[in-house]
């Protein structure tokens, strides 16, 4: 798994979810950026199954969500304890 694959699997669930995102746009809060938080939950779970994790999305939500933290978030918990 690379940083760039799984940014770009989360930008593809973006864009299937209609949420198109310019690269200047990656640090943007995800619901600030026009994302709902139904859509939002859609796509981490989407990304879950993709990846074969378990997001710890308290952990997630304590914090603006963009794609930057969102893909270090997936490779932290893709990396076995």
């Given at each position: 798994m690379?940083?760039?694959g799984v940014?770009?699997?989360i930008l593809r669930e973006l864009e299937s979810s209609g949420h198109l995102?310019?690269?200047t746009e990656?640090?943007?809060?995800?619901?600030?950026?026009?994302?709902n938080s139904a859509s939002l939950i859609r796509?981490?779970?989407?990304l879950e199954?993709?990846?074969?994790?378990?997001?710890?999305?308290?952990r997630l939500f304590?914090?603006?969500v963009t794609v930057t933290r969102l893909e270090a978030e997936i490779i932290r918990a893709a990396v076995p304890s």
């Open positions: 690379t940083s760039s940014r770009a699997a995102l310019a690269e990656h640090d943007l809060d995800l619901v600030s950026a026009g994302v796509i981490l779970s989407a199954e993709l990846f074969d994790i378990d997001l710890d999305v308290e304590a914090g603006p």
